[in-house]
């Protein structure tokens, strides 16, 4: 992995953290297996691209990217030498390159949608922790 890709990838954590997730998934999110690898509670975002429509060569690049990424999880989750812990931040951090690998084939277009459905997501979140510190 270059640092390039991870550098992107980093840069679209911080500019677009958590987004909303589609209603219909042409490219599912692949599954890790179950050995307790997976992230805890909400630290992996949904898959943010899901609803998108998609051209053929998207579909081929974003098929290679997540073989990839799934390629890399495996690896991971079946490392014994790292703790849960170490696991945990290294498929985040998989899953957090693969998405700034897979915002760059987006179009502009598509670009505005994960936006747009980032700032919702954001103020449903920002609603829902002032209703909860309402009720305390």
């Known amino acids: ?36 690898a997976q992230p805890k509670g909400n630290a992996l975002p949904p898959d943010d691209f899901a609803g ?19 390629a890399h999880k495996d690896v991971i989750a079946k490392d014994d030498k790292l703790t849960p812990d170490q696991k945990d931040a ?18 502009p277009e598509q670009k505005r949608q994960i936006r747009h459905r980032n700032l919702a997501r954001r103020a449903a979140d920002q609603a829902a922790k002032q209703k909860q510190s309402a009720r305390n």
Do not use: H, W
């Open 1 to 36: 992995m270059t640092l390039v890709a991870f550098a992107t990838g980093f840069f679209f954590l911080c500019v677009v953290p958590g987004l909303a997730r589609g209603q219909n998934a042409p490219v599912p999110t692949p599954k890790l297996d179950s050995s307790g």
């Open 52 to 70: 998108l429509d998609y051209t053929d060569e998207q579909k081929v690049e974003i098929e290679q990217i997540r073989r990839e990424a799934k």
């Open 90 to 107: 290294m498929l985040l951090g998989y899953t957090r390159v693969e998405y700034g690998q897979l915002y760059r084939v987006l179009t």
